[in-house]
């Protein structure tokens, strides 16, 4: 079955561009989190949504970082102006309502600023 | 503002012999507590979670974990460790309070020897 989906995989930007991170949850999932996970570290929690509720924002680290979910399926992480500091492993996962904690993570986009 | 702790960067064991990898968390309510892991170019998976009953949960893979509301801990342990359950292992924790975001320790990297 469809587990949830990252695109791209692998994203390398020079710095000052914009770049943007897209997750398809599992079908159903109302809970989406958004995490990021730089070398040799732990996970750093970005934001999350769920159902129509307002998002979570408290873990975007400036305003540089914004993310929606459209239609309460796809979500986009959105980088403006990238940093050398912003290179991670930028992580989504989603679960059921019910379920509450991330069940489901996707395989990451590995983000590289040059 | 939830947290939680991780204190051991790595674990070492014998194959065959017990493993425990430790966790400690804080929270203003009730914890919601759980584990996962991840193996070498692999996402990350749920192990095992506490919500409410039982101190002791089991998971995925012969894991258990022990709630200990006094001393504020969720250690993770098998009783009879195999190399391949090297990986890398984070202790997770949500608030009670309706919604859930959820946070990581840093991590611990558990290196099982034949």
């Known amino acids: 079955g469809a587990g949830v989906s990252q695109s791209p995989s692998n994203k390398v930007t020079e710095k000052g561009k914009d770049v943007e991170l897209r997750c398809d949850p599992i079908?159903?999932?109302?809970?989406l989190y958004w995490y990021r996970q730089s070398l040799g570290q732990g996970l750093e929690f970005l934001i999350y949504?769920?159902?129509?509720?307002?998002?979570?924002k408290s873990g975007l680290p400036s305003d540089r970082f914004s993310a929606e979910r459209t239609g309460g399926s796809v979500s986009t992480l959105t980088i403006q102006r990238t940093q050398q500091e912003d290179s991670a492993v930028y992580l989504c996962?989603?679960?059921?309502?019910?379920?509450?904690?991330?069940?489901?993570f996707g395989d990451g986009t590995r983000l590289s600023i040059l | 503002a939830q947290s939680v702790a991780q204190p051991e960067d790595q674990v070492n064991v014998a194959e065959g012999n017990p493993l425990t990898v430790k966790c400690t968390y804080s929270?203003?309510?009730?914890?919601?507590l759980f584990w996962y892991v991840q193996y070498p170019n692999r996402g990350l998976q749920f192990l095992l979670k506490?919500?409410?009953?039982?101190?002791l949960v089991k998971g995925s893979y012969g894991f258990e974990a022990e709630f200990n509301k006094s001393q504020t801990s969720f250690h993770l342990k098998k009783p009879s460790a195999l190399v391949s359950d090297s990986a890398l292992y984070f202790c997770?924790?949500?608030?009670?309070?309706?919604?859930?975001?959820?946070?990581f320790g840093a991590g611990t990297r558990l290196f099982v020897k034949a």
């Open positions: 949504f769920q159902g129509n509720s307002a998002p979570d």
């Open positions: 929270v203003s309510g009730n914890p919601y």
């Open positions: 997770a924790v949500s608030e009670n309070t309706g919604g859930f975001k959820t946070i």
């Open positions: 996962a989603s679960s059921l309502k019910t379920g509450g904690q991330p069940q489901h």
């Open positions: 079908s159903g999932h109302t809970a």
């Open positions: 506490y919500i409410t009953g039982d101190n």
